[in-house]
């Protein structure tokens, strides 16, 4: 079975520029979740999806950031404009069903910097 | 508010021998469960080990096991026969309200010396 894909790996961007990332979750996982994770801390979740409705997005920065899953399946996050603190590492992840028992499965992630 | 803490920024421990990372938690919740995940340098997260609120028993993988213990809301890791590649940050999670987003604490380096 193939893990949760992301892409690119690894982005370096000035302050105020776009950028965008993309997500394919595990194949037949209905949830998926945006997470970031500035050095030194732990993940932070930004958004939540199920399917392709938003189950929670109360800490992401709306203002700035976005996120979309279209047809339930693949998913982007754009940061437009990005400020310096947005350097981290965007995790995303998967999971079969919403429960609490339920693993959660994680890509390998995208390095941002911003310059 | 729901809260994860990992008081130990960093540990040693020489190679086979066992560690226990600790973690604590903090819910007003009845139902959640709780995870331990691996990151080493590469920046996977790495899924360790479950344990669900209402289990009795605690749980094993391997050469992990955690120690739940509820009263206390604490939920160690032991790491049993430590390897050189054990060597990653090592982060205690916790999820509620039936499938919501995962709590982190701030992690645990830990460091295994031959």
């Known amino acids: 079975e193939a893990g949760v894909a992301q892409s690119p790996r690894y982005k370096i961007i000035e302050k105020r520029q776009s950028v965008a990332f993309w997500c394919n979750p595990i194949?037949?996982?209905?949830?998926l979740y945006w997470y970031q994770q500035i050095l030194g801390q732990g993940p932070k979740l930004l958004i939540q999806?199920?399917?392709?409705?938003?189950?929670?997005d109360s800490q992401l920065p709306k203002d700035r950031f976005s996120a979309e899953r279209l047809k339930g399946v693949d998913s982007t996050l754009k940061i437009q404009p990005a400020k310096l603190e947005d350097s981290a590492v965007y995790l995303c992840?998967?999971?079969?069903?919403?429960?609490?028992?339920?693993?959660?499965?994680f890509g390998p992630g995208t390095r941002l910097t911003v310059l | 508010a729901q809260k994860i803490t990992q008081t130990q920024p960093g540990m040693f421990v020489q190679e086979k021998e066992a560690v226990t990372l600790d973690c604590t938690y903090d819910?007003?919740?009845?139902?959640?469960?709780l995870f331990w995940y691996k990151q080493p340098s590469s920046g996977e997260m790495i899924f360790l080990i479950y344990?669900?609120?209402?289990?009795?028993q605690n749980a094993t993988e391997g050469r992990y096991s955690l120690n739940f213990q509820k009263a206390r809301k604490s939920a160690n890791l032991v790491i049993s026969a430590s390897q050189l590649g054990d060597s990653a940050m090592y982060f205690c999670?916790?999820?509620?309200?039936?499938?919501?987003?995962?709590?982190f604490g701030q992690g645990t380096e830990l460091s295994v010396k031959p």
């Open positions: 992840a998967s999971s079969l069903v919403l429960a609490n028992y339920n693993e959660q499965f």
């Open positions: 194949s037949g996982h209905a949830t």
């Open positions: 999806f199920q399917n392709n409705g938003v189950v929670d």
């Open positions: 819910t007003s919740d009845q139902s959640y469960g």
């Open positions: 344990q669900g609120s209402y289990d009795e």
């Open positions: 999670a916790m999820r509620y309200n039936q499938g919501g987003k995962l709590i």
